[in-house]
């Protein structure tokens, strides 16, 4: 299975050259339940072109919320630096408001996620996909049963709220295959091949993306909490 999973990210980097945009993400978080059924977690995200440059850094705090089964509201606050060609580096201030619906049907959870993302204060556009705008995102995935891995596939529609000659229209699309590997102890592990391409905008371009997300669940001692039901982890990587 490595091998296939390991394929994308080898085809990713012989084309790069022929690319628009090729990167590679990496994410790594911790998330702990604050009270019950609030998770808070915080989180360390690094985009790298794949000629080694570092294109944009970024720390996320976050809150959500587990009380309806079907109903996942949360928000996420970044700090990001983004780093120009030329040297520069940008800081940004951006708040995700997220919704998640979801419903499963035994082994298979489908799903939409909408969210709006905004700047905090004054920001200069990017061009990339931490711009203020509206994204919805269908998934569905499935827990292969006596397994630790859940694959998913999703597809993600960005849709700019700026007003201006490209504004007020969708402008991208972006393709995603993911693999959940629900790793021994609170440990989760994400990979995820993108495909996405921007469009009705003045910068059109096509992009191949790898990510790969860490996660930690540090929770409380069993024995000075109240006894429940056991929740089961996701092991899902929508948060980009």
């Known amino acids: 299975m490595t091998k296939y999973l390991l394929l994308p990210f080898c085809l990713l980097l012989l084309n790069a050259h022929a690319q628009d945009r090729s990167e590679v993400w990496f994410g790594a978080g911790v998330k702990s339940e604050l009270v019950k059924d609030l ?64 419903h499963k049907f035994g082994d298979v959870k489908t799903g939409v996620r909408g969210r709006y993302q905004l700047f905090l204060g004054n920001a200069l556009l990017t061009g990339t996909d931490l711009d203020p705008s509206f994204r919805i995102k269908p998934y569905v995935e499935y827990t292969i049963p006596k397994t630790r891995f859940t694959p998913e596939v999703s597809a993600e529609f960005f849709y700019n709220p700026q007003n201006g000659p490209t504004g007020d229209r969708f402008n991208r699309i972006r393709l995603g295959l993911s693999l959940g590997i629900d790793l021994p102890g609170p440990n989760t592990l994400g990979l995820t091949y993108y495909y996405g391409k921007r469009f009705n905008t003045g910068n059109p371009y096509n992009e191949h993306i790898f990510s790969l997300e860490y996660s930690y669940e540090f929770k409380k001692d069993k024995d000075k909490k109240k006894k429940s039901k056991p929740v089961s982890k996701s092991k899902s990587i929508r948060s980009l």
């Open 39 to 102: 998770m808070f977690g915080v989180q360390t995200n690094a985009r790298v072109r794949t000629d080694g440059r570092l294109q944009t850094l970024f720390q996320e705090v976050s809150i959500k919320s587990e009380h309806i089964k079907w109903f996942r509201p949360s928000v996420d606050y970044r700090f990001i630096a983004s780093y120009a060609k030329n040297g520069n580096t940008d800081y940004g201030n951006r708040i995700n408001l997220n919704a998640d619906f979801r």
